[in-house]
């Protein structure tokens, strides 16, 4: 009976040893994924702060351009070529209405809708310089004839002034000026 009861207990120490040695590579399983995870976190943070380092790449911006790929999979290189695309949309922008100081950052424009948005910057600068030069035309108009600006823009009637004949805007002139007298 003794010796039934020691080898009772020696299973029991076996199986609580086990227990215990089971127990202690999990743990250290643990502690070692832990720690792959922890060398994962910071490569990816270092990954993201070599990306954030470049020019005109903001958190934001590097947000948008990854969309739900990981930080692992973006392209140095189609980074700058995206960035460098969207440089052209901020400058255009800042042509069309400047700041007061300094410039716009470079916000992503989604490839989809780049072309369409970058023709729509583009007709709104050429509206800004064609309004700029009738204005310039119009100060011209009025201040080689004498005249006002609102007689040159009544005679222009809703036209662009580079379609105004400076002899039909001075015959129209002499006419008036006989007609008041």
Known sequence: MEAKNREEKEAKQKEAQEKIR??????????????KTKEESKRV???EKNLLKLPNVDKVYLTAFKGNKSINNVNKNALLNKVSKDKIIRNIR???????????RVE????????????????KLAEKKAG??????????????VISQEYVKAFANGKAMNTISVNALT??????HEVYR
């Open 22 to 35: 089971v127990r202690e590579e999990e743990r250290k399983q643990r502690q070692e994924e832990a720690k």
């Open 45 to 47: 943070a270092n990954i």
């Open 94 to 104: 800042n042509e069309v209405k400047p700041m007061f100081l300094g410039k716009r």
């Open 108 to 123: 992503f424009v989604n490839p989809e809708n780049y072309n369409s948005l970058k023709k729509n910057v583009e007709n």
């Open 132 to 145: 700029q030069a009738d204005l310039e035309l119009l100060k011209k108009l009025s201040t080689n004839l």
């Open 171 to 176: 015959n129209k002139r002499n006419k008036d």
